[in-house]
């Protein structure tokens, strides 16, 4: 078992920064690519960023290269996302995800958080 527990968000005024952490617990060392989803209000849930477990970042979302940085640590089983130059199009939940192969689709998830809002406004 593998539990994903979010957190960080908050409300941010645009420009902004936010730093989220998603903290694993249980089986952690059978995971390798750790990543991070978001859907805004009326939307899908869309890709942002993935990490590998050697530390290999998977290409960012157009919609934040640049701006957000993934990292992770794995003695602490923990996965982060630096949120920088916040934009009101950032508002989402974000979540954490986690599989044990390599991937960047929402359907090659095994596991998830629960998602932690992050609220940009003008």
């Known amino acids: 078992q593998v539990q994903l527990v979010e957190s960080g968000g908050g409300l941010v005024q645009a420009g902004g920064s936010l730093r989220l952490a998603c903290a694993a617990s249980?089986?952690?060392?059978?995971?390798?690519?750790m990543g991070w989803f978001r859907q805004a209000p009326g939307k899908e849930r869309e890709f942002v960023a993935a990490?590998?477990?050697?530390?290999?970042?998977?290409p960012y979302a157009d919609s934040v290269k640049g701006r957000f940085t993934i990292s992770r640590d794995n003695a602490k089983n923990t996965m982060f996302l630096q949120m920088n130059s916040l934009k009101p199009e950032d508002t989402a939940v974000y979540y954490c995800?986690?599989?044990?192969?390599?991937?960047?689709?929402?359907?090659?998830?095994?596991?998830w958080g629960k998602g932690t809002l992050v609220t940009v406004s003008s």
């Open positions: 995800a986690a599989s044990r192969y390599f991937s960047n689709a929402a359907s090659g998830m095994n596991y």
């Open positions: 249980g089986w952690f060392y059978d995971i390798d690519t």
């Open positions: 990490i590998r477990r050697s530390g290999g970042t998977i």
